[in-house]
């Protein structure tokens, strides 16, 4: 065990560190910690502007994800690498070749997560807060207990994913019903009882009632859907000779007015056989939007209902764009480079597919809109978050090609995707400040998001074609 | 005779490595040329920069005509391609895929075309099959399907055989032979000597990037040498 847990922790370290550069890696957790120590100093500023409960949950909340993007990085994690390194292999993925059951490889990669990240992330965070409030006079219970809600937090958003993948993985009509029977319940607790349910978030309440019994609940909260998760989970691989119907011909028959149908065609066969379209709905995109509306929801004392949702219009946007690395994940680009195909068009086909995935967002923002009670805003609501859709896009287009999912781990590029998207989204979040109206406002960024795609097309059709 | 493929000192650099180091070579119209090297000698990677899939670090090359460095495209279109690695896309079927390669390359009678292809190499009963789920085998005749079904008169293919069980290697031997009878031109890269000596007219010899032999197999016979002896003689001098 100690072996493969070792070799495990080796390999995280491996890949981020030839992601980002061991130095500038080895620097983050520091990083994070020198933050959190300075940001201890600044709490009764930050408390003039914000209620320390707003920022407890917002650091809750982001624990949270943090906790879900780990845990669908782990997942995914072959795919990456496959992707950013080549013919690569994670241990996790290596059942086959190890005289190891996938079970308890399973198992050590779930505890490997948890240690490595809870001294990634989580430990900077409270170390810093911890010896910041040794200078500032805050009792030192409040640092501790910290640590250990947003380890609870974090190990939350892990297994939960862990959990509703294996569902997934088992069946998938099961995962969807487990997911509506759930929404309703949520619905229901907000409707008929009035609070909102993301209140009684386990690790939420311990940080202000410490109890042993909350603490039960919450690690219970941890363990019983990651036993869950590795009760269901399932080492068996399809395969077979199924045979399925020509779905092309008429495919391309219908999208015969977009540019490029055979291309497009492909990307709808790939995302519905694969079972992307449910698997990225629900993982990528309804399950952290929901979590984060309810999150944001909890601010509506301090923020006024419209304004919250105009901001929950600019992150489903940007969620929104991440469905184009949705359909640059399926298989690599030397099936386009043996055709008569510049990149352009390639590109030119994705943002067809893309259009057509906007549905997504566009049907779930009008519900949102309408649960709470903003109907009259819709406009402006579905015009901000369709062009922050594209307008990330168009940068993620320009800057990574068709390799989104393998070139936003490049230092240089990530810095410069969330440079143009922060210029981007501060503009509009503070005209929308002003006036809802200002949402509409938003078509604006299509100007920037044309000229990005044009000088993408043109940068990427120059590039050599990089066979991942 | 004509050339179909022309370079002139092509190079290639990856950061310092240099794969393919200042080649020039002529290909002539109808012949089935073997490019031979041991594995990481640059026969890949000539492959791509013919194809236009990777641009020359200095040097040129023309293919049919067209410069590989101006007209990647245009090259595309005319010649077949098949790469090292067959990777047909995973969620379509076999018959998908061709109507997919179909509809880009605007081949007509394509059903047609496809039926005899799926006749030929055997493989008819995975049409409705997922590309991921078909065995390597079957992946391979399946790409090779993709790189002859609109009847290039260059087809470019980067280890052909080395998929295929004897009597499927002995099918399409024979089928590459009789498709340069009929005018057309192949150029294969491989390290299997003995179907290069058995099948090819022409062949070069590719050693860490360097070009080692040119010439028709003809001249390697009249020399009374086997392939392999040539082969070795040079690689490991």
């Known amino acids: 065990m100690a072996g493969l847990f070792y070799n495990m922790m080796k390999e995280e370290w491996r890949i981020h560190s030839t992601m980002f550069g061991s130095l500038n890696f080895a620097l983050f957790p520091v990083m994070i910690c020198a933050i ?71 198992t050590i990669f779930v505890l490997k997560d948890t240690l490595y990240y809870f001294f990634l992330w989580i430990f900077p965070l409270g170390a810093g807060f911890l010896v910041g409030s040794l200078f500032t006079g805050i009792p030192v219970f409040y640092p501790l207990n910290m640590l250990l809600t947003l380890t609870l937090s974090f190990l939350t958003g892990m297994s939960v994913v862990f959990f509703l993948s294996s569902l997934y993985q088992r069946s998938v009509q099961a995962l969807f019903l487990f997911l509506v029977f759930s929404g309703l319940v949520f619905l229901g607790w907000f ?43 399932s080492p068996d691989f399809q395969s077979g000779t199924k045979n399925y119907p020509n779905r092309m011909k008429p495919l391309i028959r219908h999208l015969n007015r977009f540019p490029n149908p055979p291309l497009a065609a492909k990307d709808v066969i790939d995302l519905w056989r694969s079972g992307s379209i ?22 509506d004392e301090y923020v006024s209902t419209i304004h919250l949702l105009l901001t ?32 352009r068009d390639v590109i030119t086909s994705k943002i067809t597919s893309f259009t057509l995935l906007q549905v997504i967002p566009i049907f779930f923002m009008a519900v949102i809109t309408f649960l709470s009670g903003q109907g009259e805003f819709l406009l402006p609501v579905l015009v901000l978050t369709l062009s922050v859709s594209y307008y990330v896009l168009a940068v993620s287009i320009w800057l990574t090609g068709l390799s989104p999912n393998v070139l936003v781990y490049n230092g240089r590029v990530m810095v410069q995707y969330f440079l143009l998207i922060g210029i981007g989204l501060s503009i509009f979040g503070s005209l929308t400040v002003m006036n809802p109206w200002f949402g509409l406002a938003g078509v604006g960024l299509f100007i920037p998001a044309f000229v990005l795609v044009r000088l993408g097309m043109r940068k990427w059709d120059r590039e050599e074609v990089v066979v991942y | 005779m004509e050339n179909i493929i022309e370079t002139k000192s092509l190079t290639k650099n990856f950061g310092d490595l240099t794969a393919v180091n200042a080649v020039t070579l002529n290909v002539r119209k109808g012949s089935l040329f073997g490019l031979l090297g041991p594995n990481g000698s640059g026969k890949t990677t000539m492959i791509k920069m013919l194809t236009g899939q990777i641009v020359p670090s200095s040097g040129n090359a023309h293919v049919l005509g067209l410069d590989v460095a101006t007209d990647p495209v245009g090259i595309r279109t005319l010649v077949g391609i098949i790469p090292e690695q067959e990777s047909p896309p995973s969620f379509l079927t076999a018959m998908e895929y061709l109507e997919f390669i179909g509809d880009i390359r605007k081949i007509p009678d394509l059903e047609q075309k496809a039926d005899w292809w799926f006749d030929f190499l055997e493989y008819g009963d995975k049409r409705n099959v997922l590309c991921k789920d078909l065995s390597r085998g079957t992946r391979q005749k399946l790409m090779l399907t993709q790189a002859f079904i609109h009847n290039p008169a260059l087809a470019l293919i980067d280890e052909p055989l080395i998929n295929f069980d004897p009597i499927m290697q002995d099918k399409v031997k024979a089928f590459f032979v009789s498709y340069t009878k009929q005018g057309n031109t192949l150029f294969i890269s491989t390290h299997l000597l003995e179907t290069a000596e058995e099948i090819c007219s022409e062949v070069a010899i590719l050693h860490v990037g360097n070009l080692l032999y040119t010439g028709t197999m003809e001249s390697v016979r009249e020399a009374d040498r086997h392939l392999s002896d040539l082969f070795l003689s040079l690689v490991r001098t």
């Open chain 1, 36 to 106: 959190a120590f300075m940001g201890t100093f600044l709490l009764p500023l930050i408390q003039a502007s914000m209620p320390i409960n707003d920022l407890v949950i917002l650091i809750h909340a982001q624990y949270l994800m943090l906790g879900f993007m780990v845990g669908a990085f782990g997942l995914l994690g072959n795919e990456v690498m496959n992707r950013r390194f080549g013919q690569a292999s994670l241990l996790a993925f290596s059942a086959r070749t190890l005289p190891l059951s996938p079970r308890y490889i399973f």
């Open chain 1, 191 to 233: 409707i008929f009882i009035g609070t909102n349910p993301t209140t009684l978030f386990p690790p939420l309440i311990l940080v202000y009632q410490f109890s042993w019994h909350l603490l039960l609940g919450s690690v219970m909260l941890v363990l019983v859907p990651c036993c869950i998760a590795l009760l269901l989970f």
């Open chain 1, 278 to 299: 449910v698997g990225q709905t629900i993982f990528s995109f309804l399950v952290p939007l929901i979590i984060i509306w309810f999150f944001l929801s909890l601010l």
């Open chain 1, 312 to 343: 929950f219009a600019m992150i489903t946007g940007i969620i929104a764009s991440t469905m184009y690395t949705w359909l640059c994940m399926f298989d690599s680009f030397s099936i386009y480079a043996l055709l008569p195909l510049h990149v």
